[in-house]
T-cell receptor
Framework: SQQGEEDPQALSIQEGENATMNCSYK?????LQWYRQNSGRGLVHLIL?????REKHSGRLRVTLDTSKKSSSLLITASRAADTASYFCASVPRKTSYDKVIFGPGTSLSVIP | DTEVTQTPKHLVMGMTNKKSLKCEQH?????MYWYKQKAKKPPELMFV???????INESVPSRFSPECPNSSLLNLHLHALQPEDSALYLC???????????????FGDGTRLSIL
């Protein structure tokens, strides 16, 4: 079952611009994670935000979480061509095993040099 | 390079064949996962092993049979697969599933499976 939706499905920007991706989910969560997947590769964990946190930073990444709206956003600042990838939000629904991560449909980001 | 190693990277098999996918991690993680990913779609959870015991089976058809011989290894045995089973099969691991919330998953690069 799909827990979340992501917006936009595809995003194309120039190098140096900022990229913002949004994620919505349906049920209460323990935490929300963002992953990146380069073409033909596995997923790489980027950042995790707990349900009691509102904002978190890691390098050029900024994640926000609004539990009242059941939504999260991922901001990548000063994008680089190497940021070209698919980005997935993944939520761990409350009242389920912590193992059960449910991925959103993903945003395909293209950064044009 | 990923810390979760999957073999083979590519596999082509007929519908009557029996094959196995292998996954290995040496990070001391005690939870391991199998996901199926179709093109341009998110990964879908298939199985979870916690401390070498099957803890989650997401109603996966019996033609997929997981096995966890020890804490570092995870196999997925395949038999009588259908063309719609063609996909990227991803293995992942995390520290454990004993209730700690901050448990990112570490993924291998997957096995791309094609069923003829």
């Amino acid at each position: 079952s799909q827990q979340g939706e992501e917006d936009p499905q595809a995003l194309s920007i120039q190098e140096g611009e900022n990229a913002t991706m949004n994620c919505s989910y349906k049920t209460s969560i323990n935490n929300l994670q963002w992953y990146r997947q380069n073409s033909g590769r596995g997923l790489v964990h980027l950042i995790l935000i707990r349900s009691n946190e509102r904002e978190k930073h890691s390098g050029r990444l900024r994640v926000t979480l609004d539990t009242s709206k059941k939504s999260s956003s991922l901001l990548i600042t000063a994008s680089r061509a190497a940021d070209t990838a698919s980005y997935f939000c993944a939520s761990v629904p409350r009242k389920t095993s912590y193992d059960k991560v449910i991925f959103g449909p993903g945003t395909s980001l293209s950064v044009i040099p | 390079d990923t810390e979760v190693t999957q073999t083979p990277k590519h596999l082509v098999m007929g519908m009557t064949n029996k094959k196995s996918l292998k996954c290995e991690q040496h990070m001391g993680h005690r939870a391991m996962y199998w996901y199926k990913q179709k093109a341009k779609k998110p990964p879908e959870l298939m199985f979870v092993y916690s401390y070498e015991k099957l803890s989650i089976n997401e109603s996966v058809p019996s033609r997929f049979s997981p096995e966890c011989p020890n804490s570092s290894l995870l196999n997925l045995h395949l038999h009588a697969l259908q063309p719609e089973d063609s996909a990227l099969y991803l293995c992942a691991s995390s520290q454990d599933s004993s209730g700690a919330e901050d448990q990112p998953q570490h993924f291998g690069d997957g096995t791309r499976l094609s069923i003829l």
